[in-house]
């Protein structure tokens, strides 16, 4: 399952870099039996969080034979996390670029019909400035009290600790390491890119546990972070 989210994740890494127009759909009768040529990628969905007290929007990509009602079909997940935006209004969209500004759909279907990465699903939540901590707003309790159990059963992932993966950028980056190692007991694999510094904050994370406990940890820099 590592090598399963390394080779994901690392796509995840480089199709961050990949500016692209977004695709239009075509339009015609659609073959039900026809063979899948794109993940299923739903955009702006919202959550409605009574820890937050108001809604949370998300992006969310799912195998190309995902299927609402196929229950008994479950899936590994990663959360991607982004970076922190210039003002708060600009951070309430924040969340968009992992889909609207990468070709992080079409390069995990290719992925996926190369048999490079197993199926997965890859979710993209709306965080603001929050440093996904309670801190402006609690939202590490609405992440992990309500987001992830209602994303988990909703979209069918498998929900444990083997089949689970946190990534992010910057902020996201900070917020990836600060879940997996803070939550080493629900994650086996952290990707951090560009960490945003966290001085301070990340003190005592890792006190009492065992290296064997911890999520196996990828890092990712420029030459000028």
Known sequence: ?????????TAVALCSAMLSCHEKPTIGDIDPDAEPTSCQIKTKQIFSSPVLGKYVRYNIILPPKWDKD???TKYPI???LHGAGMTDELAATEY??????TQLGRKTFDAIKAKRIDECIIVTPQAWNSFYMNWSMPYETFFFDEFMP???????AISDRKARAVAGLSMGGFGSFYYGYGHNDLFCYVYTMSMADGTGLLEGITTGKSKDDLPFLSIAAGTND
């Open 96 to 101: 968009c670029g992992w889909v609207d500004k």
């Open 1 to 9: 399952m590592r090598t399963v989210f390394l080779n994901a994740l």
């Open 78 to 80: 990663i959360y991607l």
């Open 150 to 156: 209602y994303i988990e059963k909703e979209y069918h």
């Open 70 to 72: 196929d229950t008994s």
